[in-house]
């Protein structure tokens, strides 16, 4: 069965600085990995995700995702953070076979909290 | 920006109680999912639905409860009768074609049961 553990539940940094928010999962087949985000009093929002290719995937605004298949793990990482990044992060796996609705498995999430 | 809408935001009722969740998906997307936050925990896969029937299921989605699309638009969750351990944040996301496509969620139902 698969699972997904997020070790931090809270992450307290200075803006600017930089933010690591770590994912390692457990699964005995290929996943799809995923990053979601939830901004207070809204639904979760997909950051970035992997299915293949480069294991380093970008979102737009900053962030960074690198899947790590010999350490089952695909972290959270942003060089500089701005206040607006404040929120919690639920890293998510699916399985990628034939007739999976996709159905997503989540950490516990991590509250990000940026201070100025 | 199409989105996925729920109603009520917060729902409050007494044990025993039915409640039903209310979800409007994005209008072209065809997979619809039901999932749980129990204040504090994981997020949890409840069910999935697809081609007007459940597709997957949870072991957490016991005979209490049941899905719809009653009308083409709306995707409900129905619990019919609320324990107080079904307190926690549903939210409901939905998905076009294609597989491993980005599930759009919802910004959840807060349910409490007292």
């Not at chain 1, 979601?36 to 605004?61: A, H």
């Not at chain 2, 025993?16 to 039901?34: A, M």
């Not at chain 2, 409860?65 to 107080?84: A, W």
Request: with cysteine; glycine share 6%; proline share 5%.
């Amino acid at each position: 069965a698969q699972s997904v553990t997020q070790l931090d539940s809270q992450v307290p940094v200075f803006e600017e600085a930089p933010v690591e928010l770590r994912c390692n999962y457990s699964s005995s087949v290929s996943v799809y990995l995923f990053w979601y985000v939830q901004y207070p009093n809204q639904g979760l929002q997909l950051l970035l995700k992997y299915l293949s290719g480069s294991t380093l995937v970008e979102s737009i605004n900053g962030f960074e995702a690198e899947f790590n298949k010999s350490q089952t793990s695909f972290h959270l990482r942003k060089p500089s953070v701005h206040i607006s990044d404040t929120a919690e992060y639920f890293c998510a796996v699916s399985e990628p076979s034939e007739g999976s609705q996709g159905n997503l498995i989540f950490g516990k999430g991590t509250k990000l909290s940026v201070k100025p | 920006e199409p989105e996925v809408t729920q109603t009520p935001s917060h729902q409050v009722t007494q044990m025993g109680q039915e409640v039903i969740l209310r979800c409007v998906p994005i209008s072209n997307h065809l997979y619809f999912y039901w999932y749980r936050q129990i204040l504090g925990q994981k997020v949890e896969f409840l069910v999935s639905f697809y081609n007007n029937e459940i597709s997957e299921k949870s072991e957490i989605f016991d005979d209490q409860f049941s899905v719809e699309r009653p009308d083409g638009s709306n995707f409900t969750l129905k619990i019919r009768s609320t324990k107080l351990e079904d307190s926690a944040m549903y939210f409901c996301a939905s998905r076009g074609t294609g597989n491993y496509n980005e599930q759009f969620f919802g910004p959840g139902t807060r349910l409490t049961v007292l």
